[in-house]
T-cell receptor, first 112, second 111 residues
């Protein structure tokens, strides 16, 4: 039962262009969503988050959009840089607890 | 500030052997988590400690996996006996105010 899904295992974009990573969820009890970035041989690091009471959160080049009715969120990176190349995990948390449910991850490659 | 430390970084064992992983969380972080990340999947929570007490171990395969956090600081995760499907990266994370910080993980290969 995969409650958080990232349907694209990989994404390749050119430097300077926009990267859009998508995530879908099924559990309506999720009320907080996070994106983590993971480089090889390192643990995931927190990137950006959004509460279910918002539909957009922006931090520098990173913006997360939440569409609650569609149970969909996306991470936009503009402009993309080669250093952004990593695996990006979407994660969600229920109102009642601190357990995070992760998606499968999307490998982003930004080509110079 | 030092991050979450884990050792070993890599481990290769044969099936039916035992293995143990160690985690040292960020100083002062009361909550500690162990995640299992199988290749091609996202991290899955195995167990969560609050100080030295278990908060959530509902996804821990208790017939072969065990974890402890004596004294509420360091933690060990043990697998006994290991199976082929246990091959994964085992991530430790700690948090203070809900923000999780992950360690680099231990990559386990079971042959």
């Amino acid at each position: 039962d995969q409650q958080v899904k990232q349907n694209s295992p990989s994404l390749s974009v050119q430097e300077g262009r926009i990267s859009i990573l998508n995530c879908d969820y099924t559990n309506s009890m999720f009320d907080y969503f996070l994106w983590y970035k993971k480089y090889p041989a390192e643990g995931p690091t927190f990137l950006i988050s959004i509460s279910s009471i918002k539909d957009k959160n922006e931090d520098g080049r990173f913006t997360v959009f939440l569409n609650k009715s569609a149970k969909h969120l996306s991470l936009h990176i503009v402009p993309s840089q080669p250093g952004d190349s990593a695996v990006y995990f979407c994660a969600a948390r229920e109102t009642s607890g601190s357990r995070l449910t992760f998606g499968e991850g999307t490998q982003l490659t930004v080509n110079p | 500030e030092a991050g979450v430390a884990q050792s070993p970084r890599y481990k290769i064992i044969e099936k039916r052997q035992s293995v143990a992983f160690w985690c040292n969380p960020i100083s002062g972080h009361a909550t500690l988590y162990w995640y299992q990340q199988i290749l091609g999947q996202g991290p899955k929570l195995l167990i969560q400690f609050q100080n030295n007490g278990v908060v959530d171990d509902s996804q821990l395969p208790k017939d072969r996996f065990s974890a402890e956090r004596l004294k509420g600081v360091d933690s060990t995760l043990k697998i006994q006996p290991a199976k082929l499907e246990d091959s994964a990266v085992y991530l430790c994370a700690s948090s203070l105010d809900g923000w999780k910080f992950f360690g680099p993980g231990t990559r386990l290969t079971v042959l």
